[in-house]
Every structure is written in C-alpha cells, then in structure tokens.
C-alpha cells in the first residue's frame, strides 16, 4: 500500500546549504511539490566556503548552469589543486591535484616508479608528475578539453559564498521556490508522532511542511535543538576547532589553487577570487589564543586587508542521525570537517541527491531513513580520515600542535589504510560512495613525506626502463603545460565579472 505523498517541502536557513537544496530540488522535481525557504537576514550566513572540488561541476549541469554564467557572477576562479606548504616539513610544499598522474604501467601506477626511482636520486620531485600540478606551478590553466595528456586535467572553482548563495537563489525562485524572511522562534511538533509540523516566525507567521529540510547551520535548528539528534565530536583526531577569516586585495598572478600553509598551530589558507582574496586561520584552541592567531594570519597576508578578522568557531564532527522523522539535516547542520579538503559545499551537494535518490512519502518508512544515514555516516568517515592523513603523516614535531599530530593514534580505518600504502604504496577504494580517489591519496601520503616501500611488480622493470617511463611521464606534461594560456589570461578573455 502507498502512503500519502509529500506535499510541501520547508527548507529552514538560506546559507549555500538552503539555496542549493532550494535550487535543485525545484530544477529535478519540476514543480511537483511546493518548496519554501525560511531564512533570516538578522541571523545571516557563515559567509565563508569558497572553494571547491570537482564534483561541483557535476551539479551545475543537472541544475543547467555554465561555468560562464556561474563565474561571471560569483568573481570566481578556476581551481587545479591545493598547496601544502610547510605541513611536511618547514620549507617543504606539494601540491594535491586533480585530475591525472602520469599513466599506467603494466597494472602499475606511475608513483610505484617513482618511488624506486627517486630513492635512488633517478627521479624529480613527484609535483613534476601530474598535468594539474604542473600547471598549477606555471599558473596556466585548461578545462581538459585536448588530447592527452591536456584530458587529464581535472577543475573545480573558488567562488564568493555570499554571491554563489545569491545566484543560486535567483535559479531557485525562477523556479517557483518560495521565499520567506523571518526570524523563526519556535518549532511546532506533531503531538504522537513527534514529527516537525510547522515553524512559527517572530512576527507570529507559521511555515507548515510535510518534509523539512534543515539548512540552519551549526545550531542545528530542527534536528538538534528540537529533535535532540546529538553530534559526534571528532577532535582528538581533527584538534582545529576555530577560525578567522580576511579578504584581502588582490595581487597578480591570479593562482589557478588555493593555498594551505601550516602554521604554529594549525594553517592558513588562501583563496585568490578576481576581486580579492579570501584568507583564513584555522587553529586549535588549546594550542594557541585567539590574538596570536589573529596576529599569524594578519603578518601573512599578500594584500592590504579589506576587514577586520571574522571570528567562526566550529566542533569537527557529524550528527550522530542526519535524517530523522521528517527532518533531514543538509550542511553545517548536519556536521563539519573543517575545510582543508573543500569537502563541506560536496557533502551538501551529495545530501542533497541522496534525498532525491531516497525521497520518501508521508510514512517516511524506517529502512529508506536508515539507508539514508548510513550512506551519510560512510561518506564522512571516509573523508574524514582523509582529511585526519593530513595531519598525522608529517615529520614535523617543531610546536606542541604538530608533536600531538604526529603522535597521536587514529581511527583504525585509517590505520590500516596507511600501513597498507606504507607496505607497498597500495590503495583501494572501500566503497562506492567514497569521495577521494587513489591519486589523491598518493598525491597527499606522498607529499606528507610518508615512508612506503614499492610494490614488488615494480622490480619486474629495469631500473633503466623505470627511469626512462618516468622521464617520459615528465617530458609530455611539461610540454603540453607549456601551451597552455595563462589562468589569468583564460579569466580575463571569457570569464571577467
Ligand atoms: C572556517 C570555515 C571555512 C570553510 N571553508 C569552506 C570551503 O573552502 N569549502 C567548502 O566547501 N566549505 C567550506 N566551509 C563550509 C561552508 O562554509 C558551509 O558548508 C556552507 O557555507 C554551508 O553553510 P550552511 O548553509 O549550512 O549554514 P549558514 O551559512 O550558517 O546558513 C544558516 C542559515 O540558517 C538561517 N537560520 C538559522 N537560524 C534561523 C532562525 N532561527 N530563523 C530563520 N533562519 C535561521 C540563517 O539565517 C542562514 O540563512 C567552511 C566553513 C568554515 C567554518
């Protein structure tokens, strides 16, 4: 037997969570449902989240959106990778790109080579090995479209949150989605069944829904504070728990990739946008105060800064349930692994079609709602610990912070992970849904200077063969890098706000 459909959809919050959630629901449900959005501009966004990953581009084309059309109006760039500066080692910097690393030998892949290869002083720093990465050092840029190896490069873009919100918005109220501005002070809840009946606003209006999607931020508005959903902390492995974000003007070249400098007690980034770049300094609050790194990260900025400081504090972790009864928690309402992999903007983005993939009718039956938390709880924990390799394989014990890093034990998931890649540089993907792929993983454990040994297959080549193979790998790249226009060039002739 059918249950009653769902009728009307609530969206609580109108950070980049509510309008995107707003902006594809009414694109992939073609007007079916009725779909509202509440947020208050008293309360406003986080307004920082500027850069992204890949998958991005996937959502803008189920929403129809074109590169052109979304960087003209957000002052974006594109994006070909992130620089770690000195989380190795001071001095040390690599950078983790999409796309491609050289090409495969027998059922071998390039960095097996390398590693035999440059141990023995016959190879060049592994950077020279991926199109991404070398473009990304000459700060020229493709969208991949070319013959290999230009195929191989991969892209996402750094955007300004507040303007990605507003143009989504746009797309989502063509749609026929309802926006409405108010304050909501108190959350109505079915009697029996517990479930979200209605949210009440200050001026005394009411918002009614079937479904409730809730975009409110940190707080957590229907899932935590009225549904009691708790959170699971994550920081004895992730121990950055603040933030201070700073625009600042811009200064040429206009870098195709964000930058991550580890600092004393956590890191910087940067975000080069075309009208400014975004900057921020993510610490741990036991391992430094919040002047002293309000001072780190205003001595190294490239710019004149454009504002004061912008405090954000935050609990890495996740909603112990992101779907329960008739609230499903999208962005930072459902969780936050801090930002140094660009993953939170993702984790909407794939929230948000696993609701479309599981959308539930009025019985809101318990094996779709599980089904649902299951996937949400895989996918960050996969990531997760990806972000947490960040921190633990580093051979710097110069602070406090990065002793504890470096010492401390993590989850066994990711132990394992790494004793494998330790004993022959191996990985594999667990799921389908896991988000970071292999090259990533080598691209990072490589550059995070772990110690992993080769996969004995590699020994079936000469040395000769092995340093020739690679040699190649270097010679295409840098040639094809060489031909591409500039990043700047490249905004400027097509994509200029
Ligand atoms: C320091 C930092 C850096 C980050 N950098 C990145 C990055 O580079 N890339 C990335 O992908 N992500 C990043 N993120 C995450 C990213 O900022 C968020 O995932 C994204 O902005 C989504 O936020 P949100 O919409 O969930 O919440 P918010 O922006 O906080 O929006 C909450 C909404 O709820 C509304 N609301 C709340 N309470 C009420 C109420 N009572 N009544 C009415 N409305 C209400 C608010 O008005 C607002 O509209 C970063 C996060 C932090 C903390």
């Not at 960087?71 to 760039?77: I, N, S």
């Not at 020229?140 to 949150?161: E, N, Q, T």
């Not at 600042?248 to 991550?260: G, Q």
Request: some cysteine; overall charge negative; hydrophobic content about 40%.
């Amino acid at each position: 037997m059918t249950a009653q459909p769902v009728q009307t959809i609530t969206i609580v919050g109108g950070g980049t969570a509510g309008w995107m959630t707003a902006a594809m629901l009414s694109k992939l449900f073609m007007g079916r449902y009725a779909i509202r959005l509440v947020e208050s501009d008293e309360i406003g966004i986080i307004g920082v989240g500027e850069a992204t990953i890949p998958a991005i581009r996937t959502f803008n084309e189920l929403l129809g959106i074109s590169d052109v059309e979304m960087l003209k109006a957000t002052k974006g760039t594109f994006k070909l990778g992130i620089e770690f500066v000195d989380w190795r080692e001071k001095g040390h910097s690599y950078i983790h790109g999409f796309g491609k690393i050289g090409i495969d030998r027998l059922w071998l892949r390039p960095h097996q080579f390398w590693l035999k290869m440059h141990a023995k002083g016959a190879a060049r720093d592994f950077d020279h090995y991926a199109i991404n990465v070398v473009a990304a050092r000459a700060n020229r840029f493709s969208d991949g479209r070319g013959p290999k190896p230009v195929s191989d490069i991969d892209f996402a873009y750094h955007f300004d949150a507040a303007l990605y919100g507003q143009f989504l918005r746009r797309h989502a109220e063509a749609r026929g989605v309802e926006r409405i501005e108010g304050r909501i002070i108190e959350v109505r809840q079915n009697p029996e069944s517990g479930h979200v009946a209605a949210v009440r606003l200050a001026d005394g209006r009411e918002v009614a829904g079937d479904l409730f999607i809730d975009c409110s931020g940190q707080r957590g508005l229907l899932i935590n504070q009225t549904l009691g959903i708790g959170f699971e902390d994550w920081s004895r492995w992730l121990p950055c728990d603040r933030a201070l974000a700073v625009p600042c003007e811009s200064v040429a070249p206009l870098t195709p990739y964000t930058r991550s400098t580890a600092r004393d007690a956590g890191w910087q980034w940067r975000i080069p946008l075309q009208h400014r770049i975004g900057n921020g300094h993510v610490y741990s609050s036991a391992y430094t105060d919040d002047q002293a790194a309000a001072d780190v990260l205003m001595a190294n900025l490239n710019g004149k800064a454009l504002a004061e400081p912008r405090p954000v504090r935050f609990t890495p972790g996740k909603r112990v349930k992101t779907w329960e009864k008739n609230v499903i928690a999208i962005g930072l309402a459902s969780g936050f692994l801090e930002p140094l992999e660009s993953t939170s903007i993702h984790l909407i983005q794939t929230g948000i079609l696993r609701i479309v993939s599981l959308f539930p009718d009025m019985a809101f039956d318990p094996a779709v709602v599980a089904e649902y938390n299951r996937q949400t709880d895989s996918e960050y924990a996969d990531i997760r610990d990806f972000i947490i390799a960040h921190y633990k394989v580093t051979q710097r014990e110069d602070t406090p912070f990065w002793a504890y890093c470096r010492h401390m034990d993590v989850p066994d998931s990711l132990q394992s992970r790494l004793d494998l890649f330790k004993s022959s540089a191996r990985f594999f993907k667990r799921n389908e849904i896991e988000l970071f792929r292999e090259e990533s993983w080598v691209q990072v454990l490589i550059g995070q200077g772990i110690d992993a040994r080769y996969d004995p297959s590699v020994d079936l080549m000469s040395d000769a063969e092995s340093a020739g193979f690679l040699k190649d790998i270097e010679e295409v790249i840098a040639d094809a890098v060489r031909r591409l226009p500039s990043h700047d060039d490249v905004i400027a002739r097509h994509f200029k706000a």
